[in-house]
């Protein structure tokens, strides 16, 4: 079983940055990609970020590229999203997911986080 714990939320003016963590369980790191998805109030759930089962390749959201960066930390089973020039539309419920891949191709995530807010004023 994999078990997904995000924190790091807060409330930041815009302009400012927030590191997200994402503790996991289950050996996760080796099978599955891990991804960052957000959720606005009224809004579907949307893509942010995510790295692959290898640790080394990484893809974004366009709205992202250049703020936003997804990184691991093995020893402490712990992924993180850096998120740097925060603005207001960043506005969301944050959360970690890890996701299967069918052969070499990401598939859907299996398992998620309980989510963590993130609140950008301006």
């Known amino acids: 079983q994999v078990q997904l714990v995000e924190s790091g939320g807060g409330l930041v003016q815009a302009g400012g940055s927030l590191r997200l963590s994402c503790v996991t369980s289950?050996?996760?790191?080796?099978?599955?990609?891990m991804g960052w998805f957000r959720q606005a109030p009224g809004k579907e759930r949307e893509f942010v970020a995510a790295?692959?089962?290898?640790?080394?390749?990484?893809t974004y959201t366009n709205s992202v590229k250049g703020r936003f960066a997804i990184s691991r930390d093995n020893a402490k089973n712990t992924i993180y999203l850096q998120m740097n020039s925060l603005k207001p539309e960043d506005t969301a419920v944050y959360y970690c997911g890890a996701g299967r891949y069918s052969g070499n191709v990401p598939s859907a995530i299996d398992y998620w986080g309980q989510g963590t807010q993130v609140t950008v004023s301006s």
């Open positions: 289950g050996r996760t790191f080796g099978s599955y990609y």
């Open positions: 790295l692959s089962r290898s640790g080394v390749s990484t």
